[in-house]
């Protein structure tokens, strides 16, 4: 009852703070001008500079000259701490993004310099990440914006050194890029080597140097009930693609028992699957054709790591059949890495048969934290942020 007092209570909080948002803006927007309409419209952003010409420092090999360096096989317990970091049998090591041991005080003048971030990836007119992180940099008092850049696979290159050769500080990284920019990258954090996957750069002010993080880890654990225990259970994850790696590596870190997983191509996931196998090799993993009948009956915590359901991407649709997903156990949680729309069908078809739920909205919102923490080393308000998506979404 105490919790669920206080789950009450935060949540009359950020209704009645979106409320006052909300009000603020109609009052403001009530005073500005007449919105502009027809080719007008179409110019409210500065247009994009062009490219600088110095290339960077490419390193084609560093996943594998990473990869060949913490190779050895992991056996992580996360701790409960803010920071977020795993404690393995003989050494404490973080496996979430902390931010750069270099990093130094600014002095007065830098904290007043605007700061610049950007997200690239492709598309990314569904994007909510500049809402979501300038509400971030109000609640820690930082001057920065934010700028929502897409960026094909072949503009990558252009770019990356647009980005280093401008003053930016960090940029985030999303699909299909998360791979592919580890090619521009000098180094890479533990916890970006152990998901192959990067979706945070910080760009060093002094030396120009590029490290990439992950940050969906820390994400996808944080929004988890925290009395809902995995140690020793069954998970179940839908899709092999990036979310799904965040997903198993936070999981097998808390020493889940035993991953089913399940997807469209057996054969193109064996290496996915062999290299989780020698990265945690007291866990049990097992792959699935997707479109076989599903026994979820000894699952504890089922994931869905695909876009089926996704506004714009198979809205409507469900990963997975009515008859299967009521043969999960009473207590199992039903997890839903998509945050638009908010209640996906499977989030409610697993709250019409009262299964715990946890949809992607969170998940967003403590990975934005992280990167800034990790690029301003301050951590910002989650409320702020969560507020801001909501009102956005």
Excluded at 17 to 35: C, G, N
Excluded at 155 to 169: A, C, F, M, P
Excluded at 331 to 350: E, G, M, Q, R
């Amino acid at each position: 009852m105490v919790k669920r007092a206080k789950t009450m209570a935060i949540n009359k909080e950020l209704y009645e703070r979106y409320k006052a948002m909300k009000a603020a803006k109609s009052a403001s927007e009530s005073e500005q001008q007449p919105p502009k309409t027809g080719f007008a419209a179409l110019n409210n952003s500065p247009p994009e500079q062009p490219a600088q010409e110095n290339p960077p420092a490419q390193n084609s090999n560093l996943w594998s000259t990473t990869y060949s360096q913490n190779s050895q096989p992991v056996q992580m317990t996360l701790s409960q701490s803010a920071t977020g970091t795993y404690n393995s049998p003989s050494e404490q090591t973080p496996i979430h993004t902390q931010a750069p041991q270099e990093s130094v005080v600014p002095t007065y003048k830098e904290e007043q310099k605007i700061k610049k971030f950007a997200l690239i990836g492709y598309p990314l007119g569904h994007s909510l990440s500049e809402c979501i992180h300038n509400a971030g940099f109000k609640s820690i008092g930082v001057k920065a914006t934010y700028e929502i850049m897409p960026t094909p696979p072949e503009e990558l290159s252009d770019r990356i050194k647009y980005l280093r050769n401008n003053g930016y500080t960090g940029f985030n990284v999303t699909i299909p890029l998360k791979l592919p920019v580890t090619l521009f990258l000098d180094e890479v954090d533990v916890s970006a080597n152990i998901v192959k996957a990067i979706n945070t750069v910080t760009i060093d002010p002094v030396t120009n140097v590029l490290k990439g993080y992950n940050t969906d880890v820390t994400g996808f654990g944080k929004a988890i009930p925290q009395d809902f225990p995995l140690y020793n259970k069954t998970a179940t994850i839908l899709g092999t693609g990036g979310a799904a790696h965040a997903a198993i590596t936070y999981l097998a870190s808390k020493q889940v028992k035993e991953f089913k997983i399940f997807t469209r191509n057996i054969a193109n996931c064996i290496e996915t699957i062999d290299y989780f196998r020698k990265t945690f090799p007291n866990i049990g993993f097992n792959p699935y054709q997707i479109d076989r009948p599903k026994d979820l009956s000894d699952v504890d915590i089922l994931v869905n790591a695909t876009p089926i359901g996704m506004s714009g991407q198979g809205v409507g649709y469900i990963p997975i059949e009515e008859n299967e997903l009521r043969t999960l156990p009473s207590h199992a949680l039903v997890y839903d890495v998509i945050y638009n729309p908010k209640k996906t069908n499977l989030i409610k078809l697993a709250q019409k048969f009262n299964y715990r739920t946890v949809n992607g909205v969170d998940m967003l919102v403590y990975q934005a934290m992280e990167a800034e923490k990790i690029w301003t080393g301050k951590t910002p308000d989650f409320k702020d942020m969560k507020i801001a998506l909501l009102e956005n979404l």
